[in-house]
């Protein structure tokens, strides 16, 4: 009995006469443990994908990116946990686990290409032991793996990575407070700590300015 396969998995596959090839990846890839290589490559990632699903049954896709070697880790061979930093205010990704456990997880590496793929079930805690070990974590999410697969790197268009984004947090460095809550249009909305730190990094700005970094791609957005 397949665990990935619903009766409209099968339906596509047949119409394709791809269901024996649908079987053998199946039987040949997915794995329910994460082995040394898939910890290796995914702990060295410094950025993935996560899919969760919301309170109406939609699902939703956010980038999470951190220091790569120390934002993503393996805990066992069953479990993997990445910290929540701060957002926009709507912990959509979080409030969506926790209302609904199941999530999906893409690894890709770029330059090789090369990507895994993670479904499993999550659970989101401001009082997991590993808190502490990322700077300026908030949150930590857990997820106990269900389903891990090595996906064919084809179709991964190659890319190089030119630097490191400098708002992730790193215990070296002071981390720049997000220049969209610079916006005065946002400013009243704050809470007392981001408010000061705005006042600390030149007060507030238009959001004209803001945008005009964000179309010219500008880091200081």
């Known amino acids: ?20 090839m649908a079987d053998r990846v199946e039987e040949l890839a997915v794995v329910t443990e994460i082995s040394e290589e898939a910890a290796a490559f995914i702990e060295q990632r410094d950025m993935f994908f996560l899919s969760t699903v919301d309170h109406q049954g939609r699902p939703t896709v956010s980038y999470k990116g951190g220091e790569a070697g120390a934002f993503v880790r393996v805990v066992d061979e069953h479990t993997l946990a990445f910290p929540s930093f701060d957002g926009n205010g709507m912990y959509f990704s979080m409030g969506n686990i926790d209302g609904h456990a199941e999530v ?14 993670v479904q499993g079930k999550a659970s989101v805690s401001a009082d997991d032991p ?34 490191d984004s400098h708002y992730v947090p790193k215990a070296d460095c002071e981390t720049p407070v997000a220049a969209w809550k610079r916006v005065d249009e ?22 004209e300015e803001w ?11």
């Open 1 to 20: 009995m397949s665990r990935l396969y619903g009766e409209q998995h099968r339906a596509r596959q047949d119409q394709f006469d791809s269901r024996k």
């Open 104 to 117: 999906g997880m893409l690894f890709i590496d770029f330059e090789k290409p090369h990507r895994i793929r």
């Open 130 to 163: 590993l808190l502490s070990t990322w700077k300026e974590a908030e949150l930590v999410v857990r997820v106990t793996v269900s389903e891990l697969w090595q996906n064919c790197p084809r179709y991964i268009h190659r890319y190089q990575k030119v630097k």
């Open 186 to 207: 946002v400013n009243d909305v704050l809470n007392d700590k981001d408010r000061q730190k705005v006042e600390e990094s030149g007060g507030t700005m238009p959001i």
């Open 211 to 221: 945008m005009s970094y964000v179309q010219s791609g500008d880091e200081k957005a």
